[in-house]
């Protein structure tokens, strides 16, 4: 009688990998089409059915898109916004983050209600009149546009709240009494016991900030100044579009993400299962 639950435990077992690995089987999909249509020719992406083997390959679609287009200027304007966003994002949102959990000041809760109430709100629906300030401000067509509108956000704020409330405050006591100021506490103290969290909201930020269409579109109007996200659009023409190059350059825009979430994944799994344990 001993050995059937075991049976039936292994047998769940089974049935639970298998349903996960159909699961991500399903999900890595369209990445395995999108790298496979990146070696065809143009004609061949999208023919029924599906070319699982391209035939020819075609190597020369990673050479001819850094020719075609002007992918080095796109690259480097991604990655200056994103590193730029993700800097300030986890400088703000960690500092902000300290003042809700380790201080005792009047409104303190109600404020942070409001501010994480934002995250409710969509963009789209003061992205008119905020286009509008950053205009009269004379931001309109600069990257210092897209760099000012998120160097704030009320989820890294959160993020970094639930975490800091793990970490005991009798630290942060102790510090005072030894006369350290707070901007010591949060830089020398609690900065250096929270790399989990941040590395869960540096990545977060990285990849939303790389991935971001609708900001790019919406201020950056020189070709000089497109992200890859933008540029990539420029392949499809009013009669025509290079299916091929575009899932060329999809492929390329992904790498960067894919290597800096394998680089940071066990900080980003940590920081995400320990915020909000109380300490």
Same mark, same amino acid.
């Given at each position: 009688?001993?050995?059937?639950?075991?049976?039936?435990?292994?047998?769940?077992?089974? *049935? *639970?990998?298998?349903?996960?690995?159909?699961?991500?089987?399903?999900?890595?999909?369209?990445?395995?089409?999108? !790298?496979? @249509? @990146?070696? /065809?020719?143009?004609?061949?992406?999208?023919?029924?059915?599906?070319?699982?083997?391209?035939?020819?390959?075609? #190597?020369?679609?990673?050479?001819?898109?850094?020719?075609?287009?002007?992918?080095?200027?796109?690259?480097?304007?991604?990655? !200056? *916004?994103?590193?730029? =966003?993700?800097?300030?994002?986890?400088?703000?949102?960690?500092?902000?983050?300290?003042?809700?959990? /380790?201080?005792?000041?009047?409104?303190?809760?109600?404020?942070?209600?409001?501010? %994480?109430?934002?995250?409710?709100?969509? #963009?789209?629906?003061?992205? +008119?009149?905020?286009?509008?300030?950053?205009?009269?401000?004379?931001?309109?067509?600069?990257?210092?546009? %897209?760099?000012?509108?998120?160097?704030?956000?009320?989820?890294? =704020?959160?993020?970094? /709240?639930?975490?800091?409330? @793990?970490?005991?405050?009798?630290?942060?006591?102790?510090?005072?009494?030894?006369?350290?100021?707070?901007?010591?506490? #949060?830089?020398?103290?609690?900065?250096?016991?929270? !790399?989990?969290?941040?590395?869960?909201?540096?990545?977060?930020?990285?990849?939303?900030?790389?991935?971001?269409?609708?900001?790019?579109? %919406?201020?950056?109007?020189?070709?000089?100044? #497109?992200? +890859?996200? +933008?540029?990539?659009?420029?392949?499809?023409?009013?009669?025509?579009?290079?299916?091929?190059?575009?899932?060329?350059?999809?492929?390329?825009? =992904?790498?960067? %993400?894919?290597?800096?979430?394998?680089?940071?994944?066990?900080?980003? =799994?940590?920081?995400?299962?320990?915020?909000?344990? /109380?300490?």
């Amino acid at each position: 009688m001993a050995a059937r639950p075991s049976a039936l435990r292994r047998s769940g077992r089974v *049935l *639970l990998y298998t349903v996960m690995i159909l699961a991500a089987a399903g999900i890595m999909l369209p990445f395995a089409w999108m !790298v496979i @249509s @990146s070696l /065809k020719q143009n004609n061949q992406v999208f023919t029924a059915p599906v070319e699982w083997i391209p035939d020819p390959v075609q #190597w020369r679609n990673y050479l001819d898109i850094w020719v075609k287009a002007d992918m080095v200027t796109w690259v480097r304007n991604t990655l !200056v *916004l994103s590193v730029a =966003v993700t800097l300030l994002q986890v400088l703000t949102g960690s500092f902000a983050a300290y003042g809700f959990a /380790k201080m005792r000041f009047p409104g303190r809760d109600a404020l942070f209600l409001v501010y %994480i109430g934002t995250i409710a709100v969509p #963009w789209q629906s003061y992205m +008119i009149p905020q286009f509008q300030m950053l205009s009269s401000w004379g931001l309109n067509n600069t990257l210092w546009a %897209i760099m000012l509108l998120q160097a704030f956000g009320a989820f890294g =704020v959160f993020l970094m /709240k639930q975490y800091y409330e @793990s970490i005991p405050d009798s630290l942060s006591e102790a510090a005072r009494i030894d006369g350290l100021s707070e901007y010591g506490i #949060w830089w020398r103290i609690i900065m250096p016991l929270s !790399v989990p969290a941040l590395a869960s909201l540096t990545i977060i930020t990285f990849v939303s900030t790389w991935n971001d269409y609708l900001g790019p579109l %919406i201020y950056l109007r020189d070709r000089e100044l #497109w992200t +890859i996200q +933008i540029g990539l659009q420029s392949f499809i023409g009013e009669y025509n579009a290079e299916h091929a190059l575009i899932m060329t350059g999809s492929v390329l825009s =992904v790498l960067p %993400i894919a290597l800096i979430f394998l680089l940071g994944q066990r900080y980003f =799994v940590q920081g995400i299962a320990t915020t909000g344990v /109380k300490g």
